[in-house]
């Protein structure tokens, strides 16, 4: 059974652009989650989506947003990047939602310059 | 202000012997507590979780000790493989739903 895949995996931006980040769940799961990592701030819950429709969002900026399609993959945006946005930004993926057991995946790292 | 947190940032020990991690966390509603494991460039991995209506939970070398009248968990590892040597964050589930994380604690297994 394929784990949660993410996409890219390594990225570099520039201030004041926007990136999309990909997430494909376990297959079946129709929780998304994302996680914000940080270095001194442990796991930071941005948002999550079930059967396409945003169930939790986490108290980050209306610059990050999120997406999930039909088939439970999920997108996660950030507009206006600024330097502190650098960051490792996980999705997870959970059969029962993400108050449950959720599995990550490798990550996106995303550097701001 | 953090809802779990975990106060040692580093943990060293030697192969064979016990690791003990531990969290607190603030919040008496949370009921169910979950262990992951991060290696360097990777996601977390799950480890091991309890409900708070058990006091210990097993898997092998890991077990999780749970007291709530504390609000307080740990991780035991026994015994300790240099393979074990990672970043170890405990998480509860919130009164959202979602699961909220304590910041992790780096445990050194030294062969």
């Known amino acids: 059974k394929a784990g949660v895949t993410q996409t890219p995996r390594y990225l570099i931006k520039t201030r004041g652009q926007q990136v999309t980040l990909s997430c494909s769940p376990i297959s079946g799961h129709r929780s998304v989650s994302w996680y914000q990592q940080t270095p001194g701030q442990g796991l930071q819950f941005l948002f999550e989506y079930f059967s396409e429709t945003q169930r939790n969002k986490g108290n980050f900026p209306g610059r990050f947003s999120g997406r999930q399609f039909s088939n439970s993959r999920s997108e996660m945006n950030v507009s206006t990047l600024e330097l502190g946005d650098s960051a490792l930004y996980l999705c997870?993926?959970?059969?029962?939602?993400?108050?449950?057991?959720?599995?990550f995946g490798e990550g996106s790292w995303l550097t701001v310059v | 202000d953090q809802q779990v947190k975990q106060n040692s940032p580093s943990l060293s020990v030697q192969e064979g012997r016990i690791s003990i991690l531990n969290c607190d966390y603030t919040?008496?509603?949370?009921?169910?507590f979950l262990w992951y494991k991060k290696y360097p460039a990777e996601g977390p991995t799950f480890l091991i979780s309890?409900?708070?209506?058990?006091d210990k939970n097993e898997d092998g070398r890991f077990t999780v000790f749970l007291n709530k009248s504390a609000k307080h968990l740990s991780l035991h590892i026994v015994p300790s493989q240099p393979g074990d040597s990672a970043v170890y964050f405990c998480a509860a589930r919130g009164s959202q739903g979602n699961l909220i994380f304590g910041k992790g604690t780096k445990l050194s297994v030294k062969p």
């Open positions: 997870a993926s959970s059969l029962l939602g993400s108050g449950n057991t959720i599995y």
């Open positions: 309890i409900s708070s209506i058990k």
């Open positions: 919040n008496s509603m949370f009921d169910y």
